[in-house]
Nanobody, 123 residues
Framework: QVQLVESGGGLVQAGGSLRLSCAAS????????MGWFRQAPGKERDFVGA????????YSADSVKGRFTISRDNAKNTMYLQMNSLAPEDTAVYYC????????????????WGQGTQVTVSS
C-alpha cells in the first residue's frame, strides 16, 4: 500500500520559512517523480512544482520560483519543500504526490497523493 505522508506544516509569520517533508512508503521511491501541490480555501488545487526521480531536474511554478526549493533524498524515501519569504497568499493545504518516472514533470499527473499538511502565513 502506497503512503505519502506530509509533515512540517504550521503557522508562520509573513517573511518566515518552513520546510515540508513528504515521506513515502509502499513504492520504489527512486523510480517516481515527485511533486507538490497546494489548495487554498475556496480555490482549486494548484501545482507548486516537481522533481525528477533522480533529483536532476526540478520544475517550479512561477508563483513560487526563487522562494521555494524542492529536493529529495532517495536514501530516506523523502522529498522536501523549503519555503522561504512566505506570504499570506501562500496559506494553503500542501500535498505531495508521486508519478511514474516516465511521466512529465509539467504537467504533472500523479498516481498517488498524500493527505496534506496545513500551512498558514499570518500578516
Amino acid at each position: 500500500q502506497v503512503q505519502l505522508v506530509e509533515s512540517g506544516g504550521g503557522l508562520v509569520q509573513a517573511g518566515g520559512s518552513l520546510r515540508l517533508s513528504c515521506a513515502a512508503s509502499g513504492l520504489t521511491f527512486s523510480t517516481y517523480n515527485m511533486g507538490w501541490f497546494r489548495q487554498a480555501p475556496g480555490k482549486e488545487r494548484d501545482f507548486v512544482g516537481a522533481i525528477s526521480w533522480s533529483g536532476a531536474t526540478v520544475y517550479s511554478a512561477d508563483s513560487v520560483k526563487g522562494r521555494f526549493t524542492i529536493s529529495r533524498d532517495n536514501a530516506k524515501n523523502t522529498m522536501y519543500l523549503q519555503m522561504n519569504s512566505l506570504a499570506p497568499e501562500d496559506t494553503a493545504v500542501y500535498y505531495c504526490a508521486a508519478a511514474n518516472r516516465l511521466r512529465a514533470l509539467n504537467p504533472f499527473h500523479p498516481s498517488y497523493w498524500g493527505q496534506g499538511t496545513q500551512v498558514t502565513v499570518s500578516s
